[in-house]
C-alpha cells in the first residue's frame, strides 16, 4: 500500500501489516505541497505550481537535501520503503538526478530491506540505476489518448523489461481494451485500477 505516512498512526500502520500489507511511504523528493505548511528552511530559487498547490524544490540546494534526507529517515522508520513521486520534473530539473541517486544509495545501506518505487521519471531511470526497485506507470492508458500517445506507452514499457512494473489507471478514464491488451502483453506488470484520480478509495477491480 502507498500511503502518505503523515496521515497515519502508528498504530493504524500497525494494523494494516497485521493484514499483510507492505507499507510504502510517499514522499516527493522535488515538491512541497502547501499542506505541508510553510518552506522555512528552504533557500535558493523555486518554481511555483499553482496547479497543485506545490512549490518545485531542487536536490542542488543543500539545505533541500538535508531536509529531504530528515524526511525519508522519519519516513522510513514507519513504514517498509519510499514512494518517490514527481520524477518527471527530472527533465527540468537534471541538477537533482545525481544528488537523488546518491542519497537512495544511501539510504539502501542504512535501509537494506526497504522497498523504493519511483513514479514515472522513464527518461532518467538509468541515471538513478540501483536506486529503485521498480517503477509505478500512473495513467498506463487514457481514452484520451493518441496512437502516438499508445505507441509511447508500449515503447516505455518494452524498456522497463526487467524492472518491477505497477501500472496504475483511473476508472473514470481508463481505456479497458487497450488496459487488457497491455496485460496481457505484459504479463509480469502488477495492475490497479483506481475509481478516480483522488485515490481516497479503494477499488473492488485490483489485481
Given amino acids: 500500500m502507498i ?38 528552511w528552504w533557500w535558493g530559487p523555486k518554481e511555483r505550481d499553482e496547479a497543485w498547490n506545490a512549490w518545485w524544490l531542487s536536490l542542488g540546494s543543500p539545505g533541500w537535501r538535508y531536509q529531504f534526507k530528515k524526511m525519508c529517515t522519519g519516513v522510513l522508520s514507519r513504514t517498509d520503503g519510499l514512494f518517490l513521486d514527481n520524477l518527471d520534473r527530472l527533465e527540468q530539473d537534471r541538477a537533482s538526478l545525481k544528488p537523488l541517486r546518491n542519497l537512495l544509495l544511501g539510504l539502501r545501506k542504512a535501509w537494506p530491506q526497504a522497498y523504493f518505487v ?3 521519471g522513464f527518461a532518467h531511470l538509468a541515471g538513478l540505476k540501483g536506486g529503485l526497485d521498480g517503477v509505478l506507470f500512473e495513467n498506463l492508458t487514457d481514452q484520451a489518448f493518441s496512437p502516438n ?20 489507471d483511473y476508472q473514470t478514464r481508463c481505456d479497458p481494451e487497450e488496459a487488457l491488451r497491455l496485460r496481457q502483453r505484459f504479463p509480469a506488470m502488477h495492475y490497479y485500477l483506481a475509481p478516480d484520480e483522488t485515490l481516497q478509495g479503494i477499488s473492488a477491480l485490483t489485481e
Avoid: H
Fill in 118 to 120: 519511483g513514479n514515472r
Fill in 3 to 40: 500511503l502518505e505516512s503523515e496521515g497515519w498512526s502508528d498504530e493504524q500502520l500497525r494494523a494494516l501489516r497485521s493484514e499483510g500489507a507492505k507499507i510504502i511511504g510517499y514522499i516527493s523528493p522535488l515538491a512541497w505541497a502547501d499542506w505541508k505548511g510553510p518552506v522555512k
Fill in 149 to 168: 500517445d499508445r505507441a509511447w506507452v508500449r515503447e516505455k514499457l518494452l524498456g522497463l523489461q526487467g524492472t518491477a512494473v505497477f501500472a496504475l
